[in-house]
Nanobody, 116 residues
Framework: VQLQASGGGLVRPGGSLRLSCAAS??????MGWYRQAPGKQRELVAT???????TYTDSVKGRFIISRANVKNTVYLQMNSLKPEDTAVYYC?????????????WGSGTQVTVSS
């Protein structure tokens, strides 16, 4: 399984970015984005199920939108009203659920920097 993320970069506060992540293989039960800022633990940003049920961490609700294209096995993260505290490496995640086991796959990460 390979996950290829793209779309990171440098943006000013209040700006927008769109991250994309394309996964190889069959459709995943859940896809999502996590982020890790310097000196901090990796945290969940948003997830979306194959049925398009979504979850968001509180700090991004109302600003970020996660979506997916199952045909392309691709997940997107539209990030609006970006803040300096959104600066982090963003990692794409894909999860297969088989009975009581979860199989997680990770992309290599894409840097998002929000700075004036």
């Amino acid at each position: 399984v390979q996950l290829q993320a793209s779309g990171g970069g440098l943006v000013r506060p209040g700006g927008s970015l769109r991250l994309s992540c394309a996964a190889s293989g069959t459709i995943f039960n859940v896809m999502g984005w996590y982020r890790q800022a310097p000196g901090k633990q990796r945290e969940l940003v948003a997830t979306i199920s194959s049925a398009n049920s979504t979850t968001y961490t509180d700090s991004v609700k109302g600003r970020f939108i996660i979506s997916r294209a199952n045909v392309k096995n691709t997940v997107y993260l539209q990030m609006n009203s970006l803040k300096p505290e959104d600066t982090a490496v963003y990692y794409c995640n894909a999860r297969r659920i088989r009975g009581s086991y979860d199989y997680d796959y990770w992309g290599s990460g894409t840097q998002v920097t929000v700075s004036s």
